[in-house]
């Protein structure tokens, strides 16, 4: 453990457009989907796929999505990670302590690179993703490990997993029991994790298990019977077959089986962003209301003073 103030925290997470318009989505959705961690088929196929016609067709669509969450001070993923931010340093008053994103601005290896900069010699990397993937913390840790062959002579380690960190599961059922007590309880509570293809999980991504092991932990801090909670999986993309459950028909399915009341939280997310709010909160919750139940959505951790202390803990445990 380190204190020094040659030490930093970078907490890094997804990404988001700069705007809610056309142009400022399909620039950001070029550089994500442009990921071959994220689209792993052959640039020479994907490449003019993407910017023939996936680009022109979604950044319009995405961009109303995005206005329709949009905030006074920006993207919702952004304002929530740039307060945690300042959450984090809050809690490690010693430590140097900034955030970036995968995609768009902060930029990653820019951040690092105004790190040293400022005479930081040890970096601890945070992937604000608590269950580990290829698609998403590996993607950072190829851009970690790129900028570390460059800068040799600076520390640098990264926080792979934290899906069952004491701490951070009891941030995230003390949040749902806070707003249980604020709004009561539903006839039933749903995980919903940001799904992957299957095919990844099939290739050994251990994604899948890390969802379920968060889920598991989270549902006995809270002291559920397995028949009080489910977990399913959101936010497809492509044809392909996704991991399953999936999260709006299964909701469904509860509704039509009598379930009157449904509440549905996200804790494979940090911050809320477009797929929490506008993809469940609103439409999982319109699509619902269609089929006579009511749902309600649980909010993320964002920059809840428990979450910060439970990810400044996680950093400070690193071995320096």
Same mark, same amino acid.
């Given at each position: 453990?380190?204190?020094?103030?040659?030490?930093?925290?970078?907490?890094?997470?997804?990404?988001?457009?700069?705007?809610?318009?056309?142009?400022?989505?399909?620039? +950001?959705?070029?550089?994500?989907?442009?990921?071959?961690?994220?689209?792993?088929?052959?640039?020479?196929?994907?490449?003019?796929?993407?910017?023939?016609?996936?680009?022109?067709?979604?950044?319009?669509?995405?961009?109303?999505?995005?206005?329709?969450?949009?905030?006074?001070?920006?993207?919702?993923?952004?304002?929530?990670?740039?307060?945690?931010?300042?959450?984090?340093? !809050?809690?490690?008053?010693? $430590?140097?302590?900034?955030?970036?994103?995968? +995609?768009?601005?902060?930029?990653?290896?820019?951040?690092? %690179?105004?790190?040293?900069?400022?005479?930081?010699?040890?970096?601890?990397?945070?992937?604000?993703?608590?269950? +580990?993937?290829?698609?998403?913390?590996?993607?950072?840790?190829?851009?970690?490990?790129? $900028?570390?062959?460059?800068?040799?002579?600076?520390?640098?380690?990264?926080?792979? %997993?934290? !899906?069952?960190?004491?701490?951070?599961?009891?941030?995230?059922? %003390?949040?749902?029991?806070?707003?249980?007590? /604020?709004?009561?309880?539903?006839?039933?509570?749903?995980?919903?994790?940001?799904?992957?293809?299957?095919?990844?999980?099939?290739?050994?991504?251990? +994604?899948?298990?890390?969802?379920?092991?968060?889920?598991?932990?989270?549902?006995?801090?809270?002291?559920?019977?397995?028949?009080? $909670?489910?977990?399913?999986? /959101?936010?497809?993309?492509?044809?392909?077959?996704?991991?399953?459950?999936?999260?709006?028909?299964?909701?469904?399915?509860?509704?039509?089986?009598?379930?009157?009341?449904?509440?549905?939280?996200?804790?494979?997310? !940090?911050?809320?962003?477009?797929?929490?709010?506008?993809?469940?909160?609103?439409?999982?919750?319109?699509?619902?209301?269609?089929?006579?139940?009511?749902?309600?959505?649980?909010?993320?951790?964002?920059?809840?003073?428990?979450?910060?202390?439970?990810?400044?803990?996680?950093?400070?445990?690193?071995?320096?």
């Amino acid at each position: 453990m380190s204190n020094a103030p040659n030490t930093a925290l970078l907490a890094v997470n997804l990404g988001t457009p700069d705007t809610p318009t056309a142009p400022a989505v399909r620039r +950001y959705l070029a550089e994500f989907l442009g990921d071959p961690r994220v689209v792993s088929i052959p640039p020479l196929l994907w490449k003019p796929l993407l910017h023939g016609l996936i680009l022109p067709l979604r950044g319009g669509r995405s961009a109303h999505k995005y206005a329709q969450v949009w905030l006074p001070e920006g993207s919702p993923l952004a304002v929530y990670t740039r307060q945690l931010a300042l959450g984090l340093q !809050a809690q490690l008053p010693q $430590w140097r302590v900034r955030e970036a994103m995968r +995609y768009g601005q902060p930029a990653l290896q820019p951040a690092l %690179d105004a790190l040293v900069a400022e005479g930081v010699q040890r970096i601890v990397v945070l992937p604000l993703y608590p269950q +580990y993937s290829t698609t998403t913390t590996a993607s950072i840790e190829d851009q970690v490990q790129l $900028w570390q062959a460059r800068n040799p002579r600076i520390t640098v380690q990264t926080i792979r %997993d934290y !899906a069952e960190d004491p701490q951070w599961v009891q941030a995230v059922a %003390d949040s749902i029991a806070a707003y249980w007590q /604020q709004h009561g309880r539903a006839d039933k509570l749903m995980f919903s994790f940001h799904g992957i293809p299957q095919r990844l999980a099939d290739a050994g991504d251990p +994604y899948p298990q890390r969802c379920q092991a968060s889920a598991r932990a989270i549902a006995a801090a809270l002291g559920l019977a397995d028949s009080d $909670w489910e977990l399913a999986y /959101q936010s497809r993309f492509g044809r392909e077959r996704w991991l399953q459950p999936y999260a709006e028909p299964r909701l469904w399915e509860l509704a039509a089986s009598g379930s009157k009341t449904l509440d549905v939280v996200c804790p494979g997310f !940090a911050t809320d962003c477009l797929e929490t709010l506008e993809e469940v909160a609103m439409g999982f919750t319109a699509t619902l209301a269609e089929r006579g139940a009511r749902m309600r959505y649980i909010p993320c951790l964002n920059a809840d003073q428990a979450h910060a202390q439970a990810l400044a803990a996680l950093a400070q445990a690193q071995p320096a």
